[in-house]
């Protein structure tokens, strides 16, 4: 069964930065838009970015914007988030996934993924 797998998650200070990575293989990645999203503690699952097959289109959160930049690299099977300026809001399990609707890179809704992977951990102190 294909799952994604991320890392790159870690304990940082506000203020601090860290990447995210995230492979899917095998998979026909490069013909999917893929998105990130996070989840904490009683909180529904919220998609913070989308970026099209191709990594010529980007969609953010509110929340996100100006912060986090998401990235593709098709070559390497591999999708990325820098994520800057950390503050403790964004303390959660940080989850990729593709979008198999063909609709959720505008939608950025979790129904319109699949191929979740375990997650990766981001914990920020103030």
């Known amino acids: 069964q294909l799952q994604a797998v991320e890392s790159g998650g870690g304990l940082v200070q506000a203020g601090g930065s860290l990447r995210l990575s995230c492979t899917i293989s095998?998979?026909?990645?490069?013909?999917?838009?893929m998105g990130w999203f996070r989840q904490a503690p009683g909180k529904e699952r919220e998609g913070v970015a989308t970026?099209?097959?191709?990594?010529?289109?980007?969609i953010y959160a509110d929340s996100v914007k100006g912060r986090f930049t998401i990235s593709r690299d098709n070559a390497k099977n591999t999708l990325y988030l820098q994520m800057n300026s950390l503050k403790p809001d964004d303390t959660a399990m940080y989850y990729c996934?593709?979008?198999?609707?063909?609709?959720?890179?505008?939608?950025?809704?979790?129904?319109?993924?699949?191929?979740w992977g375990q997650g990766t951990q981001v914990t920020v102190s103030s």
């Open positions: 095998p998979f026909a990645f490069a013909d999917y838009a």
């Open positions: 996934a593709a979008d198999v609707s063909g609709g959720g890179y505008y939608t950025r809704s979790a129904r319109d993924f699949a191929y």
């Open positions: 970026i099209s097959w191709r990594g010529d289109s980007a």
